[in-house]
């Protein structure tokens, strides 16, 4: 996946199933200090960019998800 792909949630992701968006830039996501991300949901420990990418999504919200949960779109 790169920056600019469009992706979708997978149905295996619970309460994120089924949202869709676009890989966006990491410094998207404003991080605190220690690198945890200040997005409002309750993020504790700081990223870890191999396994998580930030995402924006069809209605402009911008969050984390973890890669292997995207599926890439057409």
Known sequence: ?????KVKVCACSGVDSG????IVPRQSVPV???GVPQLGEGHYK??????????????????T????RLEVQP
Do not use: K, L, Q, T
């Not at 191999?50 to 402009?60: K, P």
């Open 32 to 34: 605190d200090g220690g």
């Open 46 to 63: 700081p990223m870890d960019w191999r396994r998580e990418c930030a995402m924006r999504e069809d209605s402009g919200r911008v969050f």
């Open 65 to 68: 998800m973890f890669r292997n």
């Open 1 to 5: 996946m790169r920056i600019g792909d």
């Open 19 to 22: 949202r869709s968006g676009v």
